[in-house]
Each structure stands twice: as C-alpha cells, then as structure tokens.
C-alpha cells in the first residue's frame, strides 16, 4: 500500500484506555488548590470543581491547557464569526486521540458542559462553550492517503486546505466546502454541499468511517462492518453522537476542473434566471453551478463602475474533459451579456480557495437557508427586492444546483435528507460593526420569511441560523430519519452531554 503524509501515532485507538499520562502541567497556577472553578454544566445549572482535580486533568494531557488570562486563549476562543464572544472556562487543546479521550471522560464524569472546535467556522458558534470546557482540536491534524483503495483517514483538526494539500498530492479529492478554511468534522457530519457534491456525492456520503469517543468514555469504530447504524448517524446527524477522534473518506480521481465565475448584473436576473431553471434541468452529473446574488465586490473581472452594483454570480465547476466543459458551460455565458468571466482549467484546490478571501475572518456572520424546488419568477422576485436593498455590501444570497449523485443516496444510506429538492439556498449576511447587528439580522429574517412563504420546506442542518428556535432542528430531516436518529441518540448518548451542535434530543 503506497501512502503519503501519515504523522503516526504511537498509541492505537484501542489501547486508549491504558496508555500512560505523557502530559505536562500547562499553564495553570498550582499555588491555589484550595479553591475551585466554577463551569457551566452541560444539563443546566452550575458544577464546580476543584482546582487540584483541573490540575490532575491538565497534567494528564500531552497537549496544552488554557485558562482565562494564558498566551493563546483568546486566539484559541476566536472563531470565524466575530459576533461570537464567548469565554470558557478551559480550553483543552488535545495532541492526539488519547487526549481527547480524557478531555470527553473528564467533562462527562464531573457534568461540565463541553463544546468542540474542528475548523471553528460554524457561524452559530457551536465550537465555543459560555462557561463550560471547550475541546480544541486544531492541533491534531495529520493525514493518511491510500494509493490502493482511494481512501484518506485523518484527525479532525484538519481543514480543507489541509486535506485538498493532501489528497491532491495523490490526483484524487472528495466533496468538499466552497471555501477551504472549514474545518472536515463539522461540514462533513452535517452534510455537504460544495463543487463536487453533484458528481461525488455529498461530503458524508464519502465518509467510509470514524473513531469517535462517546460521552461515557468509550472508543467506537463506525464503518461498513462495525456499528453500521452509527455510520449512517455520521452522515448528516451532526456531532450528536460523540467526538471524531478520525474520520474515514473516500476518494475520487481528480486533479484539476474547468471552473470559474461569470458576472451579470441584477437586472438580468429574470432573463438569466428563466435560462438557467430550465437549462439546469438536464444538466450532466459534471456541471455544477451556484448563483450568487449579491454588491459587486472589487474584482479585477469587473469596471470600476459595477463595484457595488447588484450583480448575479454565475460559481460554475465542470468535472470532465475540457473540450466537453467548454461546450456545455458555453450557454451559460450566453444567458445575457456578462460584465464578465474568468472560466479556465485550474487545479481543484486553487478553485476549492478561490472564494477564501471574500469570506475570511473578522466579521460578524448569520446564516440562514432552506430548499427550493424552483429559481422561477416568485423566487426570483423576492431576491431582487431584497438584495436591491441589503444591509450590507458584504452579504449575498446563494442557490446551489443539488441532483446528480446527491440525489441518489437513499434514506438507508445517510441520515442527511430532503434529496429530491432542486436546490439548497443560503442567506449568508456579512457585517463589521458589532453594535449594528439589529439592523442585519432583521433584513436577514424578514428576507428569509418571504422564501419560506414559497420554498420547499426542510433546511439543510448546515444553514439553520443562530435566531431560530431549537425545533427548525426537526426541519432538516424526513420524519422517519429523525426518528432513527433519536434512538440511535438515545442508546450512545441518552444524557444528551453533546448538546453543543444542531441538537437532535434522545427519545
């Protein structure tokens, strides 16, 4: 087996529960044991432990601790959505899957309540525990690729840029995000749309398996032969069931796609719209498009004279040969007359990071999305009235064409659902000013009432926003996947310990 860029671990997953402490007293002032810290416990109410027990804990760990007032814990508790401000009482920054093992024991067995940052991009800030521990897991980021069955099996720290840097090594890839700084645990447990999702499958229909530790401290493999019904939780049932200590793809050959993006202006939008609802329609397993409606940003593709002006965005991949590429995304440069296009043959992770610096740090974030069975005349009314008066030069709305291979997975496949909708859509608001969010979300909301007088009905869990109640949750499953979903919840975690995330409560 030829295998590229696997940091090995010295303890396999099996013996995690009698490998020796390797760790170190990380940053805690020992002076003190007489006092305690009081955490914020994961079924309500307060616990407090004793600073001699968090000590225990912290020199237990072959990774750092961080408590309030450390170098790195403010940089630890930031995440991508800066409307996010939340101070856990303990970070724990695990180096290897042992680590996280007494991270998860330690929290379940004292009643602490316990968040876990992957890639720490979730715009609800999931990955950040008000008063609790936060699990931090951007240390442990090594990668295994199999040459021989077209796999990949990596830790959780990792982000896409990572795992594209990996896997494209080798020519292969999986469905990934449309930006390369999110973390794998999160998009990949909740789903997975991005440019490949039409002809690879969603991102979890490309996990084969994972580690996960359990709230009550155990270690257990999912995969084909081992806790199937585990597996089938994983994909698309979010991080509900136990913290992925590895995760297992599988891979596809590709090395490089026919992608891009091409301009109109807003005013097009019902001309290129009608093209596009009908078009689309037969459109092969290798195209994707996205549209996304939003100001004109500063692009070198654009005069000077549209920045700023509504425009539609035309995000296009073809995964084929070139010759073919360039004659089926042909007519989508047709459609009317674009203010411009960049479609070229470019490698997949420079296509998968083209977006990045349109979405990076520093801002304020809410998300909030759907599905829709059409971009017809009602959708596409509703669009131009609100992105024609956005809150914000830095928000936009986006479709994402669903079909080909998403559309085939079957409800005994995955617990992610609704795969017969045309499209996923996504209210994706961007601000800078903290003291202005009242303004954004309400323009958010009040856009996102008018789609869901008309949409399809369901949410992809991935698009729930920070301002809905907990039961848009039930949204974005079929009612008998949910239903399983809630057993399986039941039997490995009946105590609900991993509530941070888009909860899925026991029966």
């Not at 990996?166 to 789903?191: E, F, N, Q, R, W």
């Not at 709230?215 to 493999?221: I, K, N, Q, T």
């Not at 949750?473 to 609900?496: H, M, Q, T």
Request: aromatic content about 10%; charged content about 20%; some cysteine.
């Amino acid at each position: 087996m030829n295998r590229r860029g696997f940091l090995h671990r010295s303890a396999s997953l099996a013996a995690i529960g009698g490998v020796a402490g390797l760790g170190r007293s990380c940053g805690y002032a020992l002076a003190d044991e007489k006092g305690g810290v009081t955490f914020a416990g994961y079924a309500g109410g307060d616990v407090r432990l004793s600073r001699k027990d968090i000590a225990s804990f912290a020199r237990g760990l072959e990774g750092a601790v961080l408590h309030p007032g450390d170098n790195g814990y403010d940089h630890a508790r930031s995440i991508w959505n800066a409307s996010i401000d939340r101070r856990p009482k303990l970070i724990a920054r695990p180096a290897s899957p042992e680590d996280m093992w007494r991270t998860v024991k330690f929290a379940s067995e004292n009643g602490v309540s316990l968040s876990i940052r992957g890639g720490g991009h979730n715009h609800n800030g999931y990955a950040v525990s008000d008063s609790g521990m936060m699990m931090d897991l951007s240390q442990m980021r090594a990668g295994d690729v199999s040459l021989h069955d077209k796999s990949a099996v990596v830790e959780p720290g990792m982000t896409f840029a990572q795992f594209d840097g990996l896997t494209h090594k080798a020519g292969l890839a999986a469905t990934g995000a449309i930006v390369s700084m999110v973390g794998l645990p999160g998009y990949t447990l909740g789903g997975g749309i991005g440019w490949l999702h039409r002809k690879f499958g969603a991102g979890c229909d490309n996990l084969i398996g994972a580690d996960i530790v359990t709230a009550s401290g155990d270690l257990v493999r999912a995969n084909a032969r081992e806790n199937e019904d585990l597996l089938w939780a994983l994909r698309g049932g979010g991080g509900n069931f136990g913290a992925a200590a590895r995760l297992h793809y599988r891979l596809h050959e590709l090395d490089s796609v026919y992608a891009g993006l091409i301009f109109y202006s807003l005013e097009d939008l019902d001309r290129v719209g009608r093209f596009l609802d009908g078009y689309l329609d037969g459109a092969p397993d290798d195209l994707n498009v996205w549209m996304l409606h939003r100001m004109a940003p500063p692009s070198p593709l654009l005069e000077k004279s549209v920045h700023g002006k509504p425009v539609l965005i035309l995000a296009v991949t073809w995964t084929g040969g070139q010759s073919e590429g360039e004659r089926i995304t042909a007519p989508l440069l047709k459609a009317a007359v674009p203010l411009g296009a960049s479609l070229k043959r470019r490698s997949y992770p420079e296509w998968q990071s083209a977006l990045d610096a349109a979405w990076g740090d520093g801002f304020c974030n809410e998300w909030v999305g759907g599905y829709l069975n059409a971009y017809d005349a009602d959708v596409r009314n509703v669009i131009s009235t609100f992105v024609n008066a956005a809150s914000s030069p830095f928000s936009d709305f986006k479709v994402a064409l669903l079909g080909g291979e998403f559309s085939r997975a079957g409800a005994a496949d995955a617990a992610f659902g609704h795969r017969d909708a045309k499209y996923a859509y996504v209210i994706q608001t961007r601000w800078l000013k903290t003291e202005e969010a009242r303004r954004h979300l309400a323009w958010t909301y009040e856009f996102h009432r008018a789609l869901r007088a008309i949409d399809a009905g369901g949410v992809y869990v991935n698009f729930i926003g920070k301002e809905e109640p907990p039961s848009r949750v039930a949204d974005a499953y079929e009612p008998e996947r949910l239903k399983r979903l809630r057993a399986i919840k039941s039997s490995i975690d009946p105590d609900n310990f991993f509530n941070q995330n888009a909860n899925i409560k026991p029966t």
